[in-house]
């Protein structure tokens, strides 16, 4: 007959075989289930259904976010500002008579609940929103435009008064000036000398005196359709072959949608290598001499020669080649620019001036701004005007890739500062300064 103590070691042998027999199943279970991505590949998108850019207190934008998703499921959505998590989770949302510090930085994120959790889209990017508290407000386009195109600047002013002048400045110096009040101001056949920070001064008469403001500065972005190529020589040993050599051709590509091929041609000495290739990248027989490439598009009839590098022990000077080679002149596109005018009651009454000598019932008075914001463009490389492209613009930093060779045909060689107004005056009466949903 067994003891008490016999079958206490037994009971407690079974529990423990079986405690261990239940941590050796969970670990398999672990081992044998695949852990599922939080995050899969779909990036939202942030796009603006009304509003602009810029706007003044009071006004209002939507914004929406949408998710490529092909298999159309059902997405919830989460909307930022900078770093901070908003509260709201539609599609669509809403900023409602913005104030100043809601100026920022927006953008979205889709969530899906699944059976093995939440699954999330990659963030969109952001679409920046700046709230003016001011009178005036310049609306320049949101996107750099391109060497030889034409763009519309427009002077907004706080309700809409009937204007009787409108000045255009750049980079605090008078460029353009109108008398008949339109707001709107064209730049034709840009050129890279356009760019810089833009800002407009309106004046109206009211009640038997003049009054004048000034916009906060907003840049405006001049970029080149074709970068000047620069030429890297890659010699590594661990890289390529002890007999060879690479060369790559790196060129910043900026064109409208559908962008046009762009080939890319080799030189050794001024004599070139090869033929013709999409690829911008060679591989060349490891011999020293001056090396330079060229990269050119076709169907814009526009070349650019990068600087010659060399290689090894060269004897004699650097060779000089062609910058940039035009067969003819395009003309180019005018995009079409809509500026809303939006009414809305002013922040606060500007000052009135006192009558002058040339107007004996009134003056030019200036509001001065109490708040100042600046932005910073790129500055792109030189570049004369090419012609005219396509429609909506994208930037493409060409890099080198290990695909086979597609061979072309050639047939040549070739200030203000911004007018915000007080607390209690420049923002428009509002129960909340948070965003809201419809």
């Not at 690479?246 to 091929?261: E, F, G, M, S």
């Not at 005018?334 to 000598?357: N, R």
């Amino acid at each position: 007959m067994s003891s008490p103590w016999s079958l206490f070691l037994t009971n407690r042998a079974i529990t423990m075989d079986t405690a261990i027999s239940l941590l050796v199943l969970s670990m398999l279970v672990q081992h044998v289930v695949p852990e599922v991505p939080t995050v899969t590949s779909f990036r939202a998108v942030v796009e603006k259904v009304s509003g602009d850019s810029r706007i003044f207190s009071g006004e209002s934008v939507r914004l929406r976010c949408s998710i490529p998703d092909i298999h159309s499921s059902r997405w919830n959505y989460q909307w930022f500002k900078g770093s901070e998590r908003l509260p709201q989770s539609e599609e669509v949302f809403i900023l409602w008579k913005a104030r100043v510090t809601d100026s920022g930085k927006f953008y979205c994120q889709g969530s899906r609940d699944t059976a093995v959790g939440n699954i999330y889209t990659l963030e969109s990017l952001p679409v920046e929103i700046n709230v003016d508290g001011g009178w005036a407000i310049l609306q320049v386009p949101p996107h750099p435009a391109l060497v030889g195109d034409s763009l519309q600047v427009t002077c907004r002013v706080r309700g809409n008064p009937p204007l009787h002048e409108v000045i255009l400045y750049k980079d605090g110096v008078e460029v353009m000036t109108q008398k008949d009040g339109n707001p709107h101001f064209h730049l034709d056949n840009l050129t890279l000398k356009e760019k810089g920070m833009y800002s407009c001064r309106a004046s109206w008469d009211t009640d038997r005196r003049t009054r004048s403001v000034i916009s906060v500065d907003a840049p405006v972005q001049v970029v080149e359709v074709l970068s000047q190529p620069v030429l890297e020589i890659v010699a590594d040993n661990n890289l390529v072959s002890a007999k060879m050599m690479k060369l790559i051709c790196h060129v910043q590509y900026n064109a409208r949608a559908p962008a046009p091929p762009i080939n890319y041609y080799f030189y050794k000495n001024n004599n070139r290598l090869g033929t013709a290739t999409s690829e911008n990248h060679d591989l060349v027989r490891r011999t020293p001499g001056w090396y330079s490439c060229r990269a050119k598009v076709p169907q814009l009839d526009l070349s650019r020669f990068s600087e010659s590098k060399s290689f090894g022990r060269v004897p004699g000077p650097q060779p000089t080649m062609p910058t940039v080679v035009h067969r003819r002149n395009l003309q180019p596109l005018v995009p079409s620019v809509s500026s809303p005018g939006l009414y809305f009651p002013p922040a606060a009454e500007p000052t009135p001036a006192q009558p002058s000598p040339q107007q004996p019932t009134a003056a030019p008075t200036f509001i001065q701004p109490t708040e100042a914001r600046t932005e910073s463009s790129v500055p792109p490389p030189s570049q004369p005007p090419p012609g005219a492209l396509p429609s909506l613009v994208q930037s493409v930093n060409q890099t080198a890739t290990p695909n086979p060779k597609a061979l072309f045909e050639e047939t040549d060689d070739m200030s203000g500062d911004s007018g915000d107004m007080p607390e209690e005056s420049g923002d428009m009466p509002t129960n909340s300064s948070s965003a809201v949903i419809y």
